[in-house]
């Protein structure tokens, strides 16, 4: 099977590394393939389209322009400048990693994949792309669009994700990469695997490697890479109320071990079986801050998904039952509390759903942010 990909290995090399340069994508970390560019793009696009990303880059290159920048600044920022790409231990590693880079490596991004592996958040994978892509280690990458070029080229039919497969793989990534040329063929293999041999109804006829494919040449393209069935999405229903007081809103900061750690919200949770919203609301309030409350303005629901999650937030307006003005909290589940302004929200880094919900008072009821009881 491998014999025949084999005997046309330089024209399959050769032909990708053509169609990279006349494809000329046009990626800002790829102007100058400075280290450090190229490790914020790879953390960055790790679950985040293209298109996301190169905004995100853009902005953060502005704020944070070398690994000294990201080191010297405080975690609130670095989550707030990271605040709608989710998976925000990536932010958090990524500026521990920073921290080291500036103190022990004097900013300068260490090439070999070992090293790299021993930073916060960046595992083989990354430390593959980074070592290879920025200073032209010759090593494989192999992404999830790699791995299905290769699984039909080699027309294998053991299921991808298999840590068996995924070795063989990996080894013949390692065989059929070009000595002295990782840079261009990675990248080549990861844009044409996104571009070209697509997961689903790849046009073959414009392949400039169909001659050397063994799926193309059996007919096993649409069979390849074989994958585990799709999981279902799992619902869950939460709720999460806006206090004011005093003219201030009441937000908390979860703690750094939770999902979202790190984070700003407005207290709430899951819903328990047979509690209405409203319920949880109150309930939540009770046992995460202390605060007696009571729902006075039913804002809207917002949808978010994350992994195989679907997350539907119902969110309400809610005052105090109690008289004290402005009263400490006793904080469950949170490390830190602020009662803010409403105009200072901007400044600080909330979850998606709780992201939605402001963008939604801003546009449809932002008196809201300055009276959420009124007319109640």
């Known amino acids: 099977m491998n014999d025949f990909v084999f005997e046309n290995k330089q024209q399959v090399q050769q032909r990708l590394l053509d169609w990279f340069i006349r494809t000329d994508r046009q990626l800002p970390w790829r102007k100058t393939y400075d280290p450090y560019h190229v490790w914020i793009s790879e953390i960055m696009l790790q679950q985040t389209q293209m298109e996301r990303g190169i905004d995100y880059f853009n902005r953060w290159l502005l704020r944070f322009p070398d690994v000294h920048a990201v080191a010297a600044a405080d975690e609130h920022e670095i989550l707030k400048n990271w605040e709608g790409l989710g998976y925000y231990a990536r932010a958090r590693n990524l500026h521990a990693a920073a921290k080291i880079i500036s103190w022990e490596y004097s900013g300068i991004i260490p090439c070999d994949p070992g090293e790299l592996q021993g930073l916060p958040g960046i595992g083989p994978y990354t430390a593959a792309a980074v070592s290879s892509i920025a200073c032209n280690t010759d090593i494989p990458v192999v992404d999830a669009n790699v791995l299905r070029v290769y699984a039909r080229i080699f027309d294998i039919d053991g299921q991808v994700k298999s840590g068996a497969t995924r070795k063989k793989i990996e ?156 009263p400490r909290p006793q904080l469950t589940a949170a490390q830190d509390y602020r009662w803010v302004e409403a105009e200072e929200l901007v400044g600080y880094a909330f979850p998606a759903g709780h992201r939605k919900l402001m963008e939604y008072i801003a546009d449809y009821c932002p008196e809201l942010l300055l009276e959420p009881c009124a007319g109640r």
């Not at 809103?249 to 071990?257: D, H, Y």
């Open 171 to 326: 080894q013949l990534a390692r065989e059929m990469l070009p000595k002295g040329r990782a840079r261009q063929f990675n990248q080549a293999l990861m844009d044409f695997g996104g571009l070209v041999c697509l997961p689903r109804n790849p046009d073959c006829s414009k392949c400039p490697i169909a001659f050397g494919c063994l799926a193309w040449q059996r007919g096993t393209v649409a069979d390849r890479p074989v994958t585990t069935s799709t999981k279902k999405t799992i619902l869950i229903e939460m709720a999460t109320g806006v206090l004011e007081s005093g003219g201030k809103l009441f937000i908390q900061q979860r703690k750094n071990e939770d999902i979202w750690g790190g984070l700003w919200e407005f207290p709430g949770g899951r819903l328990e079986e047979g509690e209405e919203p409203a319920e949880t609301v109150v309930r939540e309030y009770r046992e995460e801050t202390g605060f007696p409350v009571k729902v006075c303005n039913d804002i809207t629901s917002v949808i978010h998904f994350y992994t195989r999650y679907k997350v539907v937030l119902h969110c309400y307006a809610v005052t105090l039952a109690g008289s004290e003005i402005q």
